[in-house]
Nanobody, 115 residues
Framework: QVQLVESGGGLVQPGGSLRLSCVAS???????IGWYRQAPGKERDLVAA???????NYADSVKGRFTISRDNAKNTVYLQMNSVRPEDTAVYYC??????????WGQGTQVTVSS
Protein backbone atom coordinates (compact mmCIF):
# COMPACT_ATOMS: atom_id res chain seq x y z
CA GLN A 1 0.00 0.00 0.00
CA VAL A 2 0.95 3.62 -0.55
CA GLN A 3 -0.27 6.68 1.29
CA LEU A 4 -0.18 10.16 -0.17
CA VAL A 5 -0.71 13.23 1.98
CA GLU A 6 -1.14 16.68 0.48
CA SER A 7 -0.62 19.94 2.31
CA GLY A 8 -0.12 23.61 1.63
CA GLY A 9 -3.53 24.62 0.37
CA GLY A 10 -5.33 27.72 1.52
CA LEU A 11 -6.63 31.12 0.53
CA VAL A 12 -4.45 33.24 -1.74
CA GLN A 13 -5.08 36.49 -3.58
CA PRO A 14 -5.02 36.64 -7.38
CA GLY A 15 -1.46 37.06 -8.57
CA GLY A 16 -0.09 35.46 -5.43
CA SER A 17 1.83 32.25 -4.86
CA LEU A 18 1.30 29.01 -3.03
CA ARG A 19 3.31 25.81 -2.70
CA LEU A 20 1.65 22.45 -2.35
CA SER A 21 3.41 19.36 -1.04
CA CYS A 22 2.62 15.69 -1.49
CA VAL A 23 4.42 13.19 0.72
CA ALA A 24 4.38 9.53 -0.26
CA SER A 25 4.90 6.65 2.13
CA UNK A 26 4.42 2.93 1.98
CA UNK A 27 5.93 -0.24 0.71
CA UNK A 28 5.88 0.46 -3.03
CA UNK A 29 8.02 2.91 -4.96
CA UNK A 30 6.16 5.59 -6.85
CA UNK A 31 7.23 6.12 -10.44
CA UNK A 32 5.09 9.04 -11.51
CA ILE A 33 3.32 11.56 -9.32
CA GLY A 34 0.76 13.92 -10.73
CA TRP A 35 -1.17 16.86 -9.38
CA TYR A 36 -4.81 16.99 -10.37
CA ARG A 37 -7.52 19.47 -9.52
CA GLN A 38 -11.26 19.42 -9.36
CA ALA A 39 -13.47 22.47 -9.19
CA PRO A 40 -17.12 22.22 -8.10
CA GLY A 41 -19.23 20.70 -10.83
CA LYS A 42 -16.24 19.89 -13.01
CA GLU A 43 -14.15 16.85 -13.76
CA ARG A 44 -10.84 16.13 -12.13
CA ASP A 45 -8.10 17.24 -14.53
CA LEU A 46 -4.36 16.80 -14.67
CA VAL A 47 -2.39 19.90 -13.71
CA ALA A 48 1.17 18.59 -13.83
CA ALA A 49 3.05 15.33 -13.49
CA UNK A 50 6.64 14.32 -12.93
CA UNK A 51 8.50 11.07 -13.38
CA UNK A 52 11.02 9.65 -10.94
CA UNK A 53 13.73 10.90 -13.31
CA UNK A 54 12.39 14.43 -13.22
CA UNK A 55 10.62 14.65 -16.56
CA UNK A 56 7.64 16.96 -16.13
CA ASN A 57 4.59 17.83 -18.16
CA TYR A 58 1.94 20.48 -17.60
CA ALA A 59 -1.56 21.37 -18.59
CA ASP A 60 -1.62 24.29 -21.02
CA SER A 61 -3.58 26.38 -18.53
CA VAL A 62 -0.72 26.38 -15.99
CA LYS A 63 2.37 26.40 -18.20
CA GLY A 64 4.70 29.20 -17.23
CA ARG A 65 2.94 29.71 -13.89
CA PHE A 66 3.19 26.40 -12.05
CA THR A 67 6.28 24.30 -11.47
CA ILE A 68 6.32 20.70 -10.33
CA SER A 69 9.41 19.33 -8.64
CA ARG A 70 10.39 16.20 -6.80
CA ASP A 71 12.70 15.30 -3.93
CA ASN A 72 13.12 11.53 -4.13
CA ALA A 73 15.10 11.40 -0.90
CA LYS A 74 12.12 12.87 0.94
CA ASN A 75 9.49 11.07 -1.17
CA THR A 76 7.93 14.47 -1.70
CA VAL A 77 6.58 16.24 -4.76
CA TYR A 78 5.91 19.96 -4.79
CA LEU A 79 3.69 22.15 -6.89
CA GLN A 80 4.82 25.76 -6.89
CA MET A 81 1.90 27.90 -7.98
CA ASN A 82 2.71 31.45 -9.09
CA SER A 83 0.53 34.15 -10.61
CA VAL A 84 -2.57 32.30 -9.47
CA ARG A 85 -5.96 33.15 -10.91
CA PRO A 86 -9.50 32.71 -9.60
CA GLU A 87 -9.96 29.86 -12.08
CA ASP A 88 -7.20 27.95 -10.26
CA THR A 89 -9.61 27.53 -7.34
CA ALA A 90 -10.16 23.81 -6.80
CA VAL A 91 -9.37 20.86 -4.60
CA TYR A 92 -5.89 19.69 -5.55
CA TYR A 93 -5.06 16.02 -5.37
CA CYS A 94 -1.87 14.11 -5.92
CA UNK A 95 -1.86 10.72 -7.54
CA UNK A 96 1.00 8.29 -7.42
CA UNK A 97 1.53 5.52 -9.93
CA UNK A 98 3.81 2.55 -9.44
CA UNK A 99 5.83 0.85 -12.16
CA UNK A 100 3.24 -1.95 -12.20
CA UNK A 101 0.44 0.52 -12.84
CA UNK A 102 -1.17 0.70 -9.42
CA UNK A 103 -2.56 4.13 -8.62
CA UNK A 104 -3.05 5.85 -5.29
CA TRP A 105 -4.74 9.13 -4.46
CA GLY A 106 -4.30 11.57 -1.64
CA GLN A 107 -7.20 13.13 0.23
CA GLY A 108 -6.89 16.53 -1.45
CA THR A 109 -6.17 20.06 -0.33
CA GLN A 110 -8.35 23.08 -1.04
CA VAL A 111 -6.91 26.04 -2.92
CA THR A 112 -9.02 29.18 -3.10
CA VAL A 113 -7.93 32.18 -5.14
CA SER A 114 -9.91 35.23 -4.15
CA SER A 115 -9.45 38.82 -3.12
Amino acid sequence: QVQLVESGGGLVQPGGSLRLSCVASGRFSISVIGWYRQAPGKERDLVAAISRGGIANYADSVKGRFTISRDNAKNTVYLQMNSVRPEDTAVYYCKGSTARGYEYWGQGTQVTVSS
